[in-house]
């Protein structure tokens, strides 16, 4: 083996060299994807891995597995920032794996000898955000991530992930790699299980298809289906039922099934559930194994699977139950219990029907619940649709930390250790799974910013100072200086959330114009501070804003849940005119378009409609413009060669862009794979209307009007986005940032973007 080693250890360190020669940027294709695993056969991978260069050039599939999960100290802090971010540089040239290592580097604070590209079309400029705990993230379902588990297979950590794209991984915790992908349910895979089956080591999934699948994970080869229940099948766990191997499942037909493993027939069904039965986890009492259920209807059901007698029926929960989870404390059986009324009750597995202890403060429900040990005491994992990962202390309640880094809500949690080293698994809406490092908390304590989620961003001017305005969950709106992020000022007034940012000017004093949830529209003198009005009129939720000027009077437009789009003097504070948009729902957007002397107002509604009034006169009968399929949830507006256009994002996935002289559909730009919720347009020099879109993919795109054409920038969690020149303004989930764009040059006269005189 020392031979060998050594051998490896020559050849990788010859192809270092040779790259040496050549530089980087041009070494050939063998050296790009097999120096890494010479590397880590030779024993110099953490050396090589130094070089920032090499992690640039280097395939980032195959880097990402020579360099395993991330969690050995010893790896460089580059490669260890490498592989926070690897799965987003699948796919892209070096001049995008650099800025994205670039941005990785400003977000958790890693000094990095990375200088900027000529041949990187963005750059970041800055990040204002929250560092997050350390975690490795394993791409490759296509659809939300609804299930995880850990287990062993041959010696070795493994985890098992279901998803809405009907697939099941088995993934290699030590490397990141998918060992196996699992095909066959014909609707996605709710929940999925890890264990022996009848002796041997199995996979087993639950779907929407109502089966229950059992795999061979060594082969991927199906082993059993099980069938019986009549809708879809929520929830499956191995157990142990008086010697016997048993599967328990719980479906969306109200009931709980228990199978012999070893034959696969059914042996009995629990019924007693009035809705459907979202979770279960066994646990034993006095020698009894126990099934505990949760259930849409409200209730939690523990249920002696000796004999299928219920045991207690316990309804302290007052909205659907979506998940359990089974341990111990202090020597006795509890479990948990979490959903949708945004509490967890921990209860005494063998006996009382008050809970233990409640936890509440949950916004947006509780999706899963894991119970495990950290440092020797008991502590229990949640995900949320909040996005967040939290760590508790099982024994008291209180919060241990919260991971951060999903882009959308959370749905599964499992906790274990994985080379002695403790870790969670989560998986999420944003179709990854995540694996954390639970034995250091990698945040920096030197972040000031939102606490909260940023909802929206805008840019305005301060004589020659740009600024950055944005607002979020915690009601403050935050002012920025562009050159560096660093925060100016603080306003404070909303007492609920901030969802919508405008600027502009007021007799040539910098203002912002801002919507909130406690639906009130404010007026800010961006440079002192000062509220200036407050704008009331909306009967709920303000979702967007809008500033343009009509006969040299500042005007304001508003947007929300009420319906309506209401027009404003922002010198006076006098609602000026209003529009029923007649949807009955949200008016998600809306923007200032046309020319100056034929202003209109655009906006984006519930329906999948865009619609459009004439901002002076006119009737209050709005042109429809027709083509989403989906809510329309962003709009902006300039133009092309003279022509005044509009832009819109959608549920639908798309962008659209219209001639909004004669209400025609132009281009529907097509790229993004889920909804676009920021859409942002600016002029640049000598390359006309630039388009940037943000998405729930995770992704932000710059777009080429022309032929369709985009860049792809992974920032996922964007909310919001604001152009100035060639910078772009980014409101994330936790933070701002700001990049540099380097757009291509405008087309040539062959490939003109034809509007219809």
Not at 194 to 203: H, K, T
Not at 497 to 514: F, K, L, N
Not at 520 to 528: A, N, Q
Request: glycine share 14%; charged share 20%; hydrophobic share 40%.
């Amino acid at each position: 083996m020392t031979g060998k080693s050594d051998l490896e250890q020559a050849i990788a360190l010859r192809l270092r060299d040779l790259a040496a020669v050549d530089g980087w940027d041009h070494a050939n294709a063998y050296i790009t994807h097999y120096l890494a695993l010479h590397a880590r056969a030779g024993g110099v991978l953490n050396e090589l891995a130094e070089d920032v260069e090499f992690l640039v050039a280097a395939e980032p599939e195959v880097l990402a597995s020579a360099l395993g999960a991330g969690l050995d100290r010893t790896l460089p802090d580059a490669a260890r920032l490498f592989l926070r971010c690897a799965h987003q540089l699948r796919g892209q040239e070096p001049g995008e794996r650099a800025a994205t290592l670039a941005l990785a580097a400003m977000e958790h604070e890693v000094s990095l000898d990375l200088p900027r590209r000529v041949d990187a079309r963005w750059w970041p400029l800055w990040s204002q955000s929250e560092p997050t705990a350390y975690h490795r993230v394993l791409a490759g379902h296509t659809g939300p991530v609804y299930a995880v588990a850990l287990g062993e297979l041959d010696g070795r950590r493994v985890a098992a992930t279901g998803s809405g794209d009907c697939t099941v991984r088995v993934w290699d915790l030590h490397d990141g790699t998918a060992l196996r992908v699992l095909e066959g349910h014909s609707q996605g895979v709710n929940s999925v299980t890890l264990g022996l089956f009848d002796g041997d080591p199995a996979v087993l999934s639950a779907g929407g298809d109502g089966t229950v699948r059992v795999w061979d994970p060594r082969t991927g080869a199906p082993i059993h289906v099980l069938e019986g229940h009549t809708h879809g099948v929520r929830t499956v766990v191995l157990g142990h039922v008086a010697g016997r191997g048993v599967v328990v499942t719980g479906s969306d037909d109200g009931t709980v099934r228990v199978w012999d493993q070893r034959t696969g027939a059914p042996v009995r069904v629990l019924e007693g559930h009035t809705h459907g039965v979202r979770c279960v986890a066994l646990g034993h009492v006095g020698g009894v194994t126990v099934a505990v259920a949760g259930s849409h209807d409200g209730t939690v059901r523990i249920w002696d699977l000796d004999n299928g007698s219920l045991m207690r029926a316990l309804r302290n929960h007052t909205g659907p139950v979506r998940t359990v989870a089974v341990g111990h404390l202090h020597g006795r059986a509890v479990f948990a219990s979490g959903g949708g009324d945004t509490r967890i009750l921990l209860w005494d597995l063998g006996a009382g029907t008050a809970p233990l202890r409640v936890l509440d403060g949950y916004t947006y429900g509780v999706n899963s619940l894991g119970i495990g040990e950290l440092d020797g005491s008991p502590a229990m994992l949640t995900g949320s649709y909040d996005t967040t990962v939290q760590l508790l202390n099982l024994a008291d309640g209180t919060l241990r930390r919260v991971l951060e880094g999903h882009a959308a809500g959370v749905r599964s949690v499992g906790m274990g250790h994985l080379d002695g080293i403790p870790v969670a698994v989560s998986g999420s809406y944003d179709s990854t799974v995540r694996v954390w490092d639970l034995s250091e908390d990698g945040a920096s304590g030197s972040w000031v910013g939102q606490p909260e989620w940023v909802r929206s961003v805008a840019v305005g001017h301060d004589g020659d100072r740009v600024l950055v305005v944005s607002g979020g969950n915690d009601c403050t709106v935050l002012v920025r200086d562009l050159r560096d992020g660093a925060v100016v000022l603080e306003l404070r007034g909303h007492t609920d959330w901030v969802r919508s940012v405008a600027c502009g000017e007021v007799d040539g004093a910098p203002v912002a114009v801002t919507g909130g949830d406690d639906g009130t529209v404010r007026v800010w003198d961006l440079r002192h501070g000062q509220p200036l009005h407050v704008l009331e009129g909306h009967t709920d939720w303000v979702r967007s804003v809008a500033l343009t000027c009509v006969d040299d009077v500042p005007t304001a437009l508003t947007a929300g849940n009420d319906g309506t789009v209401r027009i404003w003097d922002v010198r006076t504070g006098v609602a000026v005119r209003e529009f029923d948009a007649g949807v009955g729902g949200p008016v998600y957007a809306v923007a200032p378009g046309g020319r100056a002397n034929a202003r209109l107002v655009v906006a984006g509604c519930d329906d999948g409609m865009v619609r459009v009034w004439p901002l002076q006169g006119g009737g209050d009968v709005p042109l429809l413009l027709h083509g989403h399929s989906d809510w329309v949830r962003s709009v902006a507006c300039g133009e092309v060669d003279g022509a005044p256009v509009a832009v819109t994002g959608g549920d639908d996935g798309t962008v659209r862009v219209w001639d909004l002289r004669h209400g025609q559909p132009l281009r529907v730009l097509v790229g993004h794979s889920a909804s676009v919720h920021a859409v942002a347009v600016g002029e640049v020099e000598q390359h006309g209307l630039l388009v940037a879109t943000g998405s729930q993919d995770g992704t932000v795109r710059l777009w080429n009007l022309w032929n369709g054409s985009h860049v792809v920038m992974p920032l996922p969690g964007c909310t919001g986005l604001a152009l100035h020149d060639r910078t772009l303004a980014v409101a994330m989930h936790r933070g701002v940032k700001a990049v540099t764009l380097f757009p291509a040059p405008r087309p040539s006269s062959a490939e003109t973007f034809i509007v219809p005189a």
